[in-house]
């Protein structure tokens, strides 16, 4: 079975750093660790002291423990029972409460919350590489036929946990069918865009270049050439439900 780049060989101890607040965390070859893509999410959102966060896809804990960290109180969920073990070990380690539960997006809580992160997966994956890395891996960044498949349901899902006030970080990646995330997201919430960043691509792009480049010249995918590699564009939307004043 091929071994993920990005995920750790066996159980590791990780240093990472979100808008300058440390932490530590156990990853191994089961869990989503950190990564650029996520890592530019987590230094796009906003979190306060006192705000009710939820933290969906939680992988090895990481948002959520920031979250914990700024003072806030963070529930998170995950599907892969993996994740949500690694998570509770990690916020241990770093001193704070996460309230964590093992379910799909909101897992079954039935309440509003002031902030929503999801860094969900958000790619479209060629399913020989999906086939490649096994199914325990592949449904922790696989996005669907479309890359957008979970963050199409969060839109769906999020409306009701949320009020007036309430903030959900919204990510958009052009490794997806981003132009009907986009059409979803301002038809049912006022959207800001809050980031913007180049992201390299990742390995599996380059191994299937045709597949991605019929997928761009169709105009479902932005994929650009930089330097001899290959790059995505990445957004973060604040969203809200309020009207835009
Ligand atoms: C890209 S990883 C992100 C992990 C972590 N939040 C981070 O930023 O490093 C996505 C995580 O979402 C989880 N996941 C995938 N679909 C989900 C869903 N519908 N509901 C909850 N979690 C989901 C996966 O198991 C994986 O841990």
């Known amino acids: ?44 959102v906003r979190v306060n002291a006192a705000e009710t966060v939820i933290d969906i896809g939680t992988g090895s804990g990481v948002l959520a423990i920031f979250a914990a960290k700024a ?12 994740a949500v073990e690694v998570a509770e070990r990690n916020a241990a380690r770093n001193g704070v409460s996460v309230e964590f539960r093992r379910g799909a997006l909101f897992a079954g809580l039935d309440k509003k919350f002031d902030v929503i992160l999801a860094n969900l997966p958000n790619e479209i994956i060629h399913r020989s590489y999906l086939d490649e890395v096994g199914e325990q891996l592949a449904h922790t960044f696989d996005g669907g036929e479309r890359g957008n498949e979970h963050v199409l349901d969060l839109l769906q899902a999020a409306k009701g946990h949320m009020h007036g006030r309430s903030r959900l970080y919204l990510p958009v990646h052009t490794l997806t069918d981003y132009h009907e995330t986009l059409r979803q997201a301002v038809n049912d919430y006022s959207a800001r865009l809050v980031a913007v960043a180049q992201l390299p691509a990742k390995e599996f792009v380059e191994e299937h270049i045709d597949f991605y480049l019929r997928l761009n010249e169709a105009g479902v995918i932005r994929i650009f050439a930089q330097g001899g590699a290959w790059y995505t564009n990445g957004y973060v939307f604040e969203l809200s439900l309020a009207a835009p004043v």
């Open 71 to 82: 003072g806030a109180v963070v529930s998170a969920t995950d599907l892969d029972p993996a």
């Open 1 to 44: 079975m091929r071994r993920v780049k990005t995920f750790a060989r066996g159980t590791e101890r990780r240093k990472v750093s979100v808008q300058g607040v440390e932490i530590e965390l156990e990853v191994n070859e089961h869990v989503f660790p950190p990564s650029a893509n996520g890592s530019f999410y987590a230094e796009s």
